[in-house]
T-cell receptor
Framework: EAGVAQSPRYKIIEKRQSVAFWCNPISGHATLYWYQQILGQGPKLLIQFQNNGVVDDSQLPKDRFSAERLKGVDSTLKIQPAKLEDSAVYLC???????????FGQGTRLTVV | AQSVSQHNHHVILSEAASLELGCNYSYGGTVNLFWYVQYPGQHLQLLLKYFSGDPLVKGIKGFEAEFIKSKFSFNLRKPSVQWSDTAEYFCAVNANSGYALNFGKGTSLLVTP
């Protein structure tokens, strides 16, 4: 079974630039999550989708972050403009449905300089 | 507020020593409980999970965890660690209502030969 795919693996940008991350969940998984993991901390939920609808985006900094999941499959997360404090690993995960185990991708390591 | 606390941030053990990592949560209502592991350079993987039933759950690689409802705890144990257990361990909780995992800050385990 193919896992959760994310790209790119690494990205370095200057502050105030924009960046986008892509995620392809496990086939058939209705729920998709984006997490932010800052060095030394646990993953923090940014947004949860159920199919192509948003379940929870209460911790998404909506002035600069946006996410979409068109057609209920792939998803993109965008940051515009980036700040230094956005340097982190961005993890995508998927599950069959909410409150079941989540499967994680390798993550995208973002460095903002 | 809902939270997950992991007591030990850094643990160093010799091979064959016993391991216990603490996890406490602050949630009302029914919860699902998880331990994830992240080996160096790899993605987050599920070690074990508790949804209901026997509060002592067994996971992969000889790990087990015990759910003690009265103490709001879900501690991870392994009787004899190996060098290959060196990794970051995360406790996670979600409410049994479709919401995303809430992670603790993680415990970094180093097992020395």
């Amino acid at each position: 079974e193919a896992g959760v795919a994310q790209s790119p693996r690494y990205k370095i940008i200057e502050k105030r630039q924009s960046v986008a991350f892509w995620c392809n969940p496990i086939s058939g998984h209705a729920t998709l999550y984006w997490y932010q993991q800052i060095l030394g901390q646990g993953p923090k939920l940014l947004i949860q989708f159920q199919n192509n609808g948003v379940v929870d985006d209460s911790q998404l900094p909506k002035d600069r972050f946006s996410a979409e999941r068109l057609k209920g499959v792939d998803s993109t997360l965008k940051i515009q403009p980036a700040k230094l404090e956005d340097s982190a690993v961005y993890l995508c995960a998927s599950s069959l449905r909410g409150n079941t185990e989540a499967f994680f991708g390798q993550g995208t390591r973002l460095t903002v300089v | 507020a809902q939270s997950v606390s992991q007591h030990n941030h850094h643990v160093i053990l010799s091979e064959a020593a016993s391991l216990e990592l603490g996890c406490n949560y602050s949630y009302g209502g029914t919860v699902n409980l998880f331990w994830y592991v992240q080996y160096p350079g790899q993605h987050l993987q599920l070690l074990l999970k508790y949804f209901s039933g026997d509060p002592l759950v067994k996971g992969i690689k000889g790990f087990e965890a015990e759910f003690i409802k009265s103490k709001f705890s879900f501690n991870l144990r392994k009787p004899s660690v190996q060098w290959s257990d060196t990794a970051e361990y995360f406790c996670a909780v979600n409410a049994n209502s479709g919401y995303a995992l809430n992670f603790g800050k993680g415990t970094s385990l180093l097992v020395t030969p």
